[in-house]
């Protein structure tokens, strides 16, 4: 059920046995989540939880390399790493 007090939408959920909760239909469509699909939960303060999609923070953590990583083959560097390492062996 959801409770919009704010512009946020707000759920009440029930924690299950073995400390499950399901979240509601509509949010699973609107994010479209499937079963199976990995969520991260974060503690974001004293009783505060957030749930971020897996494949969502996976993107927000490529994209805050791309600094470091632009114009470069990591790959690239990573074979000549492997092949200097076994010529020296």
Not at 10 to 34: F, H, N, S, W
Request: glycine content about 8%.
């Amino acid at each position: 059920m959801s409770h919009e007090t704010t512009s946020v939408p707000r759920y009440t959920v029930q924690l299950g046995a073995r400390g499950r909760i399901v979240l509601p239909a509509e949010v699973r469509r609107r994010l479209d989540l499937k079963e199976g699909d990995r969520l991260v939960l974060v503690e974001d303060g004293p009783r505060t939880l957030r749930l971020i999609g897996a494949r969502d923070l996976v993107e927000q953590l490529r994209g805050s390399l791309r600094p470091w990583t632009e114009g470069r083959s990591l790959v690239d560097e990573l074979s000549a790493e492997r092949r200097r390492a076994a010529s020296g062996e």
